[in-house]
């Protein structure tokens, strides 16, 4: 069984940066499509990002481009989210995603549905 373990979120100013790492353990990094996923209190799930398995191609929300970036480490079979320029919206826990499914792993996806292991989540607080 997957297992994803999220790490790195706090509370942080606007306009600060913040990077998300997940954690891989039970499985080759290099067989997934991973990406992340957030949920604000009161509001539905939103895809933030997803990355292949080699990192040849990444997807991100509109809300997000620009200001977060998604990348992979083979070596330390961890995947991170690089946040900057944080605002008081972008307040949500933040799920780590991963599938084996072709349709992730080689063109990444972008629906909730499509990745079968979620993480715990993790706390990311912007204060404005």
């Known amino acids: 069984q997957v297992q994803l373990v999220e790490s790195g979120g706090g509370l942080v100013q606007a306009g600060d940066s913040l990077q998300l790492s997940c954690a891989a353990q039970r499985v080759t990094l290099s067989s997934l499509g991973m990406g992340w996923f957030r949920q604000a209190p009161g509001k539905g799930r939103e895809f933030v990002s997803t990355i292949t398995w080699n990192g040849g191609r990444t997807l991100y929300a509109d809300s997000v481009k620009g200001r977060f970036t998604i990348s992979r480490d083979g070596a330390k079979n961890t995947v991170s989210l690089q946040m900057s320029s944080l605002k008081s919206e972008d307040t949500a826990v933040y799920y780590c995603?991963?599938?084996?499914?072709?349709?992730?792993?080689?063109?990444?996806?972008?629906?909730?549905?499509?990745?079968?292991?979620w993480g715990q989540g993790i706390q990311v607080t912007v204060s404005s």
């Open positions: 995603v991963a599938d084996t499914s072709p349709s992730c792993a080689v063109y990444g996806c972008t629906s909730g549905e499509s990745f079968k292991f």
